[in-house]
């Protein structure tokens, strides 16, 4: 019988997996391997509620905890694994030697790439298995597991608030230090956010990449054609839960729940009537303007018309 350090070299993995078509060299890698089935987790962080399969991965954990050994020599920044530095690394060269066939995208690491190219494929090889969605990316697979347990790992040390995804964390973080690091180039606005950039940069160059298959409108953002897109397919997701109304917008159904409440926010400051609507106190404001008066002058009825003039003849 082979020995484990005579496998390395015949490449033998006597170990197979009775699940799927996995083999190993070693025991203890079938028994680790085993758990990614049964969806076991039995070494757990005590400073967390995070859990592992294999104790490395738990220590390799612990580091974000206790120090980050791994340094940059080009910036402040430490990392706790030197994996992370080196794609860190990355950052400072321009260097993106691995590009997309489909389009001009550029990736410094091929395994980017890689993940890249599912973006073009439509694949999604990471599945839920508590619903039918699947998911281009096992990070994004984990971030949505969350969905059904629950589990919030990311605390603010501010408010308290918990998030099950740690880009949530950061951005509430900037809500409590007024931090906008993501500055356009053209005027002097400043955002939260990249994506916030993102979208802003098109009020620049006038780019529209949301197009109505039904309609020959364009929108800046997905979500804009979201909404448009109810005007085609008449959907009114908003529900009035005091009445059987419902509506297409959001700001809508919150008008809507004015006429509920009897609540009347806007004030008129030339009088001392309150309106449930801003356009409600628009139409008012007119009566002040003389707009109104000016208006029912012009639609006046012809038959009046045509008695004035006899009159003054």
Not at 7 to 36: N, S, V
Not at 144 to 165: I, N, V
Not at 241 to 262: A, E, I, P, Y
């Amino acid at each position: 019988m082979t020995t484990s350090s005579q496998r390395t070299h015949t490449g033998e993995k006597p170990y197979g997996c009775d699940q799927c078509t996995k083999r190993f060299k070693q025991k203890g890698g079938l028994k680790c391997h085993m758990l990614t089935h049964s969806g076991e987790k039995p070494f757990s962080c005590d400073q967390c509620v995070k859990c592992y399969y294999k104790s490395s991965h738990l220590k390799r954990h612990m580091m974000t905890h206790s120090r980050k050994p791994y340094r940059c020599n080009q910036c402040v920044k430490r990392f706790s694994r030197s994996s992370i530095l080196k794609v860190h690394m990355t950052t400072h060269s321009v260097e993106k030697p691995y590009n997309c066939d489909y389009c001009l995208k550029r990736f410094s690491e091929s395994s980017t790439l890689k993940v890249h190219m599912r973006t073009h494929s439509g694949e999604k090889p990471y599945s839920c298995n508590q619903c039918v969605k699947r998911f281009s990316r096992s990070s994004i697979l984990k971030s949505h597991m969350r969905t059904h347990s629950g589990e919030k790992p990311y605390r603010c040390d501010q408010c308290l608030k918990r998030f099950s995804r740690s880009f949530q964390l950061k951005r509430q973080m900037r809500t409590h230090s007024g931090e906008k690091p993501y500055s356009c180039d053209y005027c002097l606005k400043r955002f939260r956010e990249s994506s916030g950039l993102k979208v802003h940069m098109r009020t620049h160059s006038e780019e529209k990449p949301y197009r109505c298959n039904q309609c020959v409108k364009r929108f800046r953002r997905s979500s804009h054609l979201t909404v448009h897109m109810r005007t085609h397919s008449g959907e009114k997701p908003y529900r009035c839960n005091q009445c059987v109304k419902r509506f297409s917008w959001n700001s809508d159904l919150k008008v809507h729940m004015g006429t509920h409440s009897l609540e009347k926010p806007y004030r008129c400051n030339q009088c001392v009537k309150r309106f449930s609507t801003s356009t409600h106190l628009k139409r008012h404001a007119r009566t002040h303007s003389g707009e109104n008066n000016l208006r029912e002058c012009l639609e006046i009825p012809f038959n009046w018309l045509h008695t004035i003039y006899n009159c003054i003849l």
